[in-house]
């Protein structure tokens, strides 16, 4: 196998030799005959498969692909210091109690629209897609303490979940787990009380719309560990820092968190 760089971070970060690729391309052709492909993140069906990701070419260039190598904390593009110190100039407060924060797409435009694909319809194809990007990105942070870390969803509320029918934080986490073999530490943490989706309007303060929403139910898994806690996307990042504070408090050494997308607002860490 031979390694190629991906820059849509959508396509396998591997090249198969050359009969396992006749034979998968083989597949794809046959499955495409029986299941034409269509866009993961708009639905259009597509005259030509563009990669593992299934994105139109429209879809493709309004993903907005946040590059590898940014703040080390954060995760936004940043400017290296004479010392060689990232400098992004955000605040990183919003990221109290989290060792890092990364997300391999922006939220607006076609990551918004895999975030939503995947968790209004429970789309497997946008599924894939941003776990095989999440994996990329989480791939190259996971040295030192986070080497072997354990995977934490953030969890739905149970009433909600079975409305749904899945949880997609919990999709997300599985997928990523199994790619990475990583433990998945699932029913680890709950949702105590139904919480008002953070990006509606109603929400005065993201705050203390989370406040005590959330309990780890068995610490013995998280104990002394290393935890990176996994999303859709990162909004205030209000639910992540509770989330967080609740992982240590439960004996968690250190936690991180990983999302597939990420909003931005004017001010502070990419954050709305
Ligand atoms: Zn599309
Ligand atoms: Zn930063």
Redesign the pocket.
């Known amino acids: 196998m031979q390694a190629v760089p991906c820059a849509c971070r959508m396509t396998p970060v591997w090249r198969p030799s050359a009969p396992l690729r006749s034979l998968r391309e083989l597949g794809h052709g046959l499955l495409d005959c029986l299941l034409p492909p269509h866009c993961c993140a708009c639905g259009e069906r597509l005259v030509e498969r563009i990669g593992a990701g299934r994105l139109c070419r429209a879809c493709r260039s309004n993903l907005e692909v946040l590059p590898l190598g940014g703040?080390l904390?954060?995760g936004?593009p940043?400017g290296v210091e004479a010392n060689g110190q990232?400098r992004?100039g955000?605040d990183?407060r919003a990221l109290a109690g989290l060792a890092f924060a990364v997300a391999p797409f922006r939220y607006r435009g076609t990551g918004g629209a895999l975030v939503r694909s995947l968790k209004l319809k429970g789309d497997f194809a946008a599924l894939h897609a941003l776990s095989v990007a999440m994996v990329e990105v989480v791939s190259v942070r996971l040295l030192g303490t986070f080497r072997r870390p354990v995977l934490v969803s953030v969890p739905m509320h149970a009433a909600r979940r079975r409305r749904r029918g899945f949880d997609q934080a919990e999709l997300l986490a599985e997928a990523i787990g199994r790619s990475l073999s990583l433990e998945v530490a699932k029913g680890a943490m709950v949702r105590c009380r139904e919480t008002i989706p953070q990006g509606d309007a109603r929400v005065a303060s993201r705050k203390q719309n989370v406040a005590g929403a959330f309990a780890v139910a068995r610490s013995s898994t998280l104990c002394g560990k290393s935890v990176v806690l996994v999303d859709d996307v990162m909004t205030s990042g209000a639910t992540a820092r509770e989330c967080a504070a609740q992982l240590r408090e439960a004996g968690a050494h250190t936690v991180a968190l990983l999302t597939g997308c990420r909003a931005r607002h004017a001010a502070g860490?990419g954050t709305s």
């Open positions: 703040c904390r954060c936004e940043a990232d992004c955000n990183h860490v």
